[in-house]
């Protein structure tokens, strides 16, 4: 039997010789009742993983108000594409810097007390916003501001957001539980944005602001019910079943003292650069999708402007177009729910490519109506490449180094942001469309290159 702590949670200690999650990670056929009845919903039988889900659900509303509001009060205030690309530039070089710390802290301190210091500070400074723009006195460098903070939030915080999740619902169902966590963000995708938009024209900005902090606060409240996971017979039949199987990258024996206990932050560090470095398929996974989402994200901050200039709308529009973009997503996210764990990586990188193609006809687009169905491809592809693409690292990390693999996963996100920085600056010399177009292409590229020649991701189950 594995070592257990007073609670009964395994300890890293008794984790560390077992292999990764890379079989499939629910027992075979459904279990009885309620929602479970349905795989699609396994993961919320569990009480902890409800109430994250309750907790993610206002964070992710409070999110994409942002993601509307945001970017409209950049342009309004400025008028220049490159504004919305430095706002996001500046939101990632805390990222970049802060990133491997974020992955020590969720290897090292209680993710749940990390989480919800992280939501206190951003409630904090979106309500520092709210109360700028109430009194008139709000400028670009503020947003420039909250955009920096953010940034550093999101690097010490999002490890610790992806690592708890195995922590809460254990091996059996973690792949349906990011699915599903996915499929909440794609939920509130469906129609916060369009409320978003509707509430600038009706509250103002600084009402929306009011109500982001709120959503966070309430965030930050809900988690509190959260506890680890205590394993189950149906995780150690897991666990033996990923045994058999076996893993691909370093031999398991190299990582036990390690992940017994994790020594000074730079040697932490140090550690977890070399597990990427020698795992092939982590490190694989992680310069695939590197590129997918480099080439994929850009055209999310460029939105705003692109509503205005190109399909001649406003707020209202913009907010509308994510949430026809959060139904293709949430569809795609229930489908992988569902699906059985085989043939993820062409999964994957098939999403890349459809969301490629898709953006490709994104940009060519001059009709708004026209741009909506076309949102639902993008969203199906988003789905697909960023919930298969979460799914893939975390299954195949070891539970040791998760912290520390996801900070490098989420530092991806904030590199990408000089991509965005200058697409923006593309933008402004050759037309927005164009800037997107191309972006676009590359991914259609890039994924066919994967699906070529990379079998490293193209044929994993």
Known sequence: MPDQDAGGVVTAASEAARPVMMADDAPSGPREGGLGSLRTFDALQDHSFRWFSVSMLSQFSSMHMQMVVNPWLVYELTGSYAALGTVALVSSVPGIVLGFVGGVVADRAPKKAVVQTGQAISALGTFVIALLISFGMLAYWHLLALAALQGAVFAIVGPARQAFIPEIVGPARLTNAIALNMAGLNVTRMGVPALGGILIALIGADGVFYVMAALIFIAMITLMPVQKHVMSDDDHAVLREQEETGFGGMAWAEHRTNAKTLGGGFRDIADGIRYIRQDSVVFMLLTVNFFIVL???????????????????????????????????????????????????????????????????????????????????????????????????????????????????????????????????????????????????????????????????????
């Open 295 to 461: 080439m994929s994200m850009p055209y999310m901050q460029m939105m705003a402007g692109f509503v205005k200039q190109v399909l001649d709308s406003g707020p209202e529009g913009l907010g509308i177009l994510w949430s026809v973009t959060g139904v293709g997503s949430l569809v795609g996210s229930l489908v992988i729910a569902s699906m059985p764990n085989r043939a993820r990586g062409k999964m994957f990188l098939w999403s890349a490519l459809v969301l490629g193609v898709a953006l490709m006809a994104f940009a060519a687009s001059t009709s708004f109506w026209l741009t909506t169905v076309i949102m639902l491809a993008v969203g199906l592809g988003s789905a697909g490449r960023m919930s298969l693409g979460n799914i893939l690292i975390m299954s195949y990390t070891h539970p040791a180094y998760q912290g520390r693999v996801m900070s490098v996963f989420m530092m991806e996100f904030s590199l990408v942001s000089f991509g965005t920085f200058l697409v923006g600056m593309m933008a402004s010399v050759v037309g927005i469309q164009w800037a997107i177009g191309v972006t676009a292409f590359s991914l259609v590229v890039v994924a066919a290159i994967g699906l070529l020649w990379v079998p490293k991701v193209r044929d994993l189950p």
